[in-house]
């Protein structure tokens, strides 16, 4: 099941904060966060597993709510070299507490950073 | 250079044919995973592999299919191409075969004309 992510696309001013949602309607083990530049390959940022946990790298944050199956990418202060498409993958819980392993990702928020 | 090199670059056929596209995994990483992505498309999961074997499989056609080989490399074979298959095929390495990041290659370009 593709996880689902809003905005479609956001276009901020040069120091200004961004939210991206990633929502699932299945048990999610994992979530992992990649940016992916026009003509370019997908790089990743961060992984969350399950447990709440909250993670940071430099201004950009990401938090998951287990019990919500969800996950929120933060961007503080964003800069120019934010604008891409943002992923969100998810891996969901197998049977036996172990995740499915098969990594699904949502359709792509694009964001874009004006001067 | 995220280690994970795909051959070849860009890729131009026909339809009908059949092609193979190859994956070197970064040095360590024993998972491979293929995806496609269509023109302004999301990443669409085809297949996963772990050490050789099969881990998890998406919704790659009967006409595709793919291995790894025991020196870790992978071939995704593409057969009986149609137009519509024309897109960016990635692979990606992980070290492990979930909860691991992972890390792209820069893709093949196939275009089926």
């Known amino acids: 099941q593709q996880p689902v992510q809003s905005p479609q696309a956001v276009i901020l001013r040069e120091g200004e904060d961004a939210v991206i949602n990633c929502s699932s309607s299945?048990?999610?083990?994992?979530v992992h966060w990649y940016r992916q530049k026009h003509g370019e390959a997908p790089v990743f940022l961060m992984i969350?597993?399950?447990?709440?946990e909250q993670k940071g790298h430099d201004k950009i944050s990401a938090s998951f709510n287990e019990k919500k199956q969800q996950s929120s990418l933060y961007l503080t202060a964003s800069q120019l070299s934010y604008s891409g498409t943002y992923f969100c993958?998810?891996?969901?819980?197998?049977?036996?507490?172990?995740?499915?392993?098969?990594?699904?990702f949502g359709k792509g928020t694009k964001l874009s950073v004006k001067p | 250079d995220s280690g994970v090199t795909q051959t070849p670059k860009h890729l131009i056929t026909a339809t009908g044919q059949r092609v193979t596209l190859r994956c070197s995994p970064r040095?360590?990483?024993?998972?491979v995973y293929w995806y496609q992505q269509s023109l302004d498309q999301g990443l669409q999961f085809l297949i996963q592999y772990y050490n050789g074997e099969e881990r998890a499989k998406g919704n790659i056609l009967e006409r595709f299919s793919a291995q790894q080989f025991p020196d870790l490399h992978s071939e995704l074979n593409l057969s009986s191409l149609e137009l519509g298959d024309s897109a960016l095929y990635f692979c990606?390495?992980?070290?492990?075969?979930?909860?691991?990041?992972?890390?792209f290659g820069n893709g093949t370009r196939l275009t089926v004309t």
């Open positions: 299945k048990a999610l083990y994992s």
């Open positions: 993958g998810t891996e969901s819980v197998q049977s036996v507490g172990r995740s499915q392993g098969n990594l699904i």
């Open positions: 040095s360590g990483d024993l998972s």
């Open positions: 969350l597993l399950k447990g709440g």
């Open positions: 990606a390495s992980s070290v492990e075969s979930d909860n691991s990041p992972l890390h």
